[in-house]
Every structure is written in structure tokens, then in C-alpha cells.
């Protein structure tokens, strides 16, 4: 599967800001960056994924987006006797995640994917997940609306996402982190400038307010979005519509 879509003057591919093959380059280090860069938050913010979840023995999990399988080895963990099917469009991320499997017994299964286009048949997940991932997908709708599409009735859709926090006391400080710390120090230990790209996506990112009307307009119900350490992370979870939650 190819990410690039043009070509520079010299010939030499372009990759789209967010694909598979960006990822791709910063794979070696995406674990150590984030745990770096979010000063270990980013577990604490897993744990409550997948309490969202609410998920149980012999359940089905889909996590898209699923990089290194951080999340979806967390669930799997917590949640013993629950499936997990990985989906993300980085071959060498999904390598890496790989590497990390060997304790779950087979519960866990990573495999290359598009989320605007799942090879996966209707109905067919208890619970969908996805963390840090949905800001990356180019038509977040459609997205949203396979997640929809692949949820069995009254499954919860999780999604952590991070954000720029407009107001409050912590905002002016949680801004700094974001558009300065963050592409310097990921800068500085990758050796690439793709971690500038984080930077750029967040501040891009829609508000809540806009985010949820999204998942509502994809066709969530019940929709709620919970920010997480003064707003620099957001919590959404919606609900396939049928059956009760």
C-alpha cells in the first residue's frame, strides 16, 4: 500500500503528513517519544480507554489506529477473555507492535488498514477504539461511519484524541508544551522533523463541541467527550444505536 501522492522537483516521493509511511520513519522511536513527550501521561489516559469500553469475556474489540498496540494491548490485558483486532495503515509500526504480543496468548491480532475503508463485514465488534489516531484520518466522517457500520448495536466507540486547550489556567502553559516542546524534543531524538507535524495537528484539531457533533452526524448516539490533564486530551464515547449500552 502506498501513502505518497506527488512527487518533488527532484523526483523524490512526497509523503502525506499522517499516512502509513510517515509513520513509518518515526516508528523506532514512537514508544520512547510519547512516553517522553507526555511525561507518562499517556498510560493514565489508556487505563480510562478502556474503562470506557466496558468490555467483557468473549467480546470483540476493534482498535484502529492501533501504531505500536499500546491500546490494544492494554485492553487486552485488563480485560482478559476479550479479542482485539489492531488496524493501522504503518507497516513498520504495526512490525514493532508485533515485538510486544508474546504474553497475550494469540488475543491480539495487528493488521495493515485503511480506517476509511475496513475490510471488515457489518456488525461484527462489541467495542472500537482509537487514540491519538482519528486527527491523522483525512476524512474523519467516514471514519467515524465505518466505526459505526463495523459496531455491533449499542457498541461504544472510544476515542482519545489530543487537543489545544483555548482557556483555563493551565492553557497558556499546556500551549507552550505543544507548539514548542513537543516538534523540538521530537525533533531532537528522532532526527526528523516529522514530530512538527503533531504540533500542527493538534492546534488543527476541532473543538469538542465540533468534534461531537461529528461523531453525532457519523451516527453516534449518547455522545460525550470528557478532557482529560486541563484539557490537553479529550475522552469521546459514543454508542452504536440499538440495543441498550
Not at 499522517?18 to 516508528?27: K, L, M, P
Not at 482478559?80 to 508485533?98: N, T, Y
Not at 462489541?126 to 489516531?133: E, K, L, Q, R, Y
Amino acid at each position: 500500500m502506498s501513502d505518497t501522492s506527488a512527487t518533488s522537483p527532484d523526483g523524490a516521493a512526497l509523503v502525506r503528513p499522517g499516512s502509513g509511511a510517515f509513520f513509518d520513519a518515526i516508528a523506532p522511536r514512537y514508544d520512547l517519544l510519547n512516553r517522553i513527550l507526555s511525561l507518562g501521561i499517556d498510560r493514565g489516559w489508556r487505563r480510562k480507554t478502556v474503562r470506557a469500553l466496558a468490555v467483557g469475556p468473549g467480546m470483540r474489540v476493534l482498535d484502529l489506529a492501533t501504531g505500536t498496540a499500546d491500546l490494544a494491548i492494554e485492553i487486552a490485558e485488563r480485560c482478559p477473555g476479550v479479542e482485539v483486532l489492531g488496524i493501522d495503515p504503518s507497516p513498520r509500526m504495526l512490525e514493532f507492535g508485533r515485538q510486544k504480543l508474546h504474553h497475550l496468548d494469540g488475543r491480539v491480532r495487528l493488521e495493515e488498514g485503511d480506517a476509511q475503508a475496513l475490510p471488515l463485514p457489518d456488525a461484527g465488534f462489541d467495542a472500537i477504539s482509537i487514540s491519538f489516531g482519528i486527527r491523522n484520518v483525512p476524512d474523519r466522517l467516514q471514519g467515524l461511519r465505518e466505526m459505526v457500520r463495523v459496531g455491533k448495536p449499542g457498541a461504544r466507540v472510544a476515542v482519545l484524541e489530543l487537543g489545544e486547550p483555548k482557556s483555563g489556567l493551565m492553557g497558556p502553559l499546556a500551549r507552550f508544551h505543544i507548539r514548542v516542546v513537543v516538534p523540538w524534543i521530537g525533533a531532537l531524538l528522532s532526527g526528523a522533523r516529522e514530530y512538527r507535524y503533531l504540533q500542527t495537528s493538534i492546534a488543527a484539531f476541532p473543538s469538542p463541541e465540533q468534534f461531537v457533533a461529528l461523531m453525532e452526524q457519523a451516527g453516534l448516539v449518547d455522545v460525550k467527550a470528557e478532557p482529560l490533564t486541563f484539557g490537553v486530551c479529550h475522552l469521546y464515547v459514543g454508542r452504536v444505536p440499538g440495543a441498550s449500552a
